[in-house]
Nanobody
Framework: QVQLVESGGGSVQARGSLRLSCAAS?????MGWFRQAAGKQREWVSY???????NYADSVKGRFTISQDNAKNTRYLQMNSLKPEDTAMYYC?????????????????WGQGTQVTVSS
C-alpha cells in the first residue's frame, strides 16, 4: 500500500503561481495529478513516469510543469499563469502498473487533495 501526502495548495490571484508537492511512501511507476472543481467531474491534469516522460491536458499545457525528485520520491506540479478556472481541489494519484494513463481508473493510490483557489 502506497500513501501519498500532498501539500502546497492555497489562494492566489490570477496570473500567479503555486507549486504542489506529492510525497509517496513507496514505489510508483506513474504519478498523475487530477483536479475537481465544485459541481464538475474529476479532470486529469498531468502525469509523469519514473523515467521522466510527461504529458499534460491541453487546458494546462504551457502553464503547468510536472517534475520529480526521485531521491525524495516526491513529484511536483508547478503551476504558473493561473486562471480562475484552475480553481479546484487537486489530487495526486499513483500507479505501480507499467504505464501511465489520463484515466482516473488506472490509478490505485490517491492523496487527500489540496485546494487551489485563483481569484480574478
Amino acid at each position: 500500500q502506497v500513501q501519498l501526502v500532498e501539500s502546497g495548495g492555497g489562494s492566489v490571484q490570477a496570473r500567479g503561481s503555486l507549486r504542489l508537492s506529492c510525497a509517496a511512501s513507496g514505489y510508483t511507476y506513474c504519478m498523475g495529478w487530477f483536479r475537481q472543481a465544485a459541481g464538475k467531474q474529476r479532470e486529469w491534469v498531468s502525469y509523469i513516469t519514473t523515467g521522466g516522460s510527461t504529458n499534460y491536458a491541453d487546458s494546462v499545457k504551457g502553464r503547468f510543469t510536472i517534475s520529480q525528485d526521485n531521491a525524495k520520491n516526491t513529484r511536483y506540479l508547478q503551476m504558473n499563469s493561473l486562471k480562475p478556472e484552475d480553481t479546484a481541489m487537486y489530487y495526486c494519484a499513483a500507479s505501480s502498473e507499467g504505464y501511465c494513463s489520463s484515466g482516473y481508473w488506472s490509478y490505485s493510490y490517491w492523496g487527500q487533495g489540496t485546494q487551489v483557489t485563483v481569484s480574478s
